[in-house]
C-alpha cells in the first residue's frame, strides 16, 4: 500500500535525523539547549505519528516492532508537553530510535522490496 510506504520513510528519515543530531551529544548538553530538546521532541512526535498511520495490517504482520510503544511516546508528548522528563526523552532518542530505525527498515526492506535498494 502507497501510504505504507510513505508513512514508513518518513518514519526511517526523521529517526536518522534523531540519531543524527544526536551522535555528538551527551545529555548535558541535550539538556541546556532548549532548541535541541525542541527539535527532537518534534521529530518523536512525527515517528510516532508515522508508526500510528501505518495500516493495522501491516502493524500486526511485524508484531516484534514496538509500533504502539512509538504512538503511545507521540501521545505522551503532545498530551503532556509541560510534565516531560528530559532524560526520559534523551534516553529514548539514543536507545530505543536507533531500534526501530532498524526495525523499521527492515520492515521497508520486506514490504517494498524494490524501492530504495541503497537503504
Known sequence: MQRDLLRLVELI????AIASALSEI??????????LHD??????MKVGEAAYQLS????ERYPEVEWHRAIGFRNRIV?????????LIY??????????LAE????LHAEFPTYGADR
Open 13 to 16: 528519515d526523521t529517526a536518522e
Open 26 to 35: 551527551d545529555f548535558s548538553r541535550f539538556e541546556e539547549d532548549e532548541l
Open 39 to 44: 527539535g527532537i521532541l518534534w521529530r518523536l
Open 56 to 59: 493495522d495490517e501491516l502493524r
Open 79 to 87: 498530551h503532556g508537553y509541560f510534565d516531560l522528563d528530559l532524560e
Open 91 to 100: 534516553r529514548t532518542a539514543v536507545e530505543n530510535v536507533p531500534v526501530l
Open 104 to 107: 523499521a527498515t527492515r520492515v
